[in-house]
């Protein structure tokens, strides 16, 4: 299992809930529903702030 950097962690926690709550959108502007989907924007949205992510394959 890859490690995450705290801020990483925190990141897709924010995104998760946001999912859950139905306000996380995808870059198309269509509602989130997978789990896989949030947990992928999330890190995304780290990796954008500078966080310790590994690279996408």
Same mark, same amino acid.
């Given at each position: 299992?890859?490690?995450?950097?705290?801020?990483?962690?925190?990141?897709?926690?924010?995104?998760?809930?946001?999912?859950?709550?139905?306000?996380?959108?995808?870059?198309? *502007?269509? %509602? #989130?529903?997978? /789990? @896989?989907?949030?947990?992928?924007?999330?890190?995304?949205?780290?990796?954008?702030? *500078?966080? %310790? #992510?590994?690279? /996408? @394959?």
């Amino acid at each position: 299992m890859a490690k995450y950097s705290e801020k990483a962690q925190e990141k897709v926690h924010e995104t998760m809930h946001e999912m859950k709550e139905g306000k996380l959108k995808s870059g198309s *502007g269509k %509602k #989130v529903t997978s /789990k @896989k989907q949030a947990v992928a924007i999330g890190l995304s949205e780290a990796r954008k702030e *500078g966080a %310790k #992510v590994p690279k /996408k @394959k």
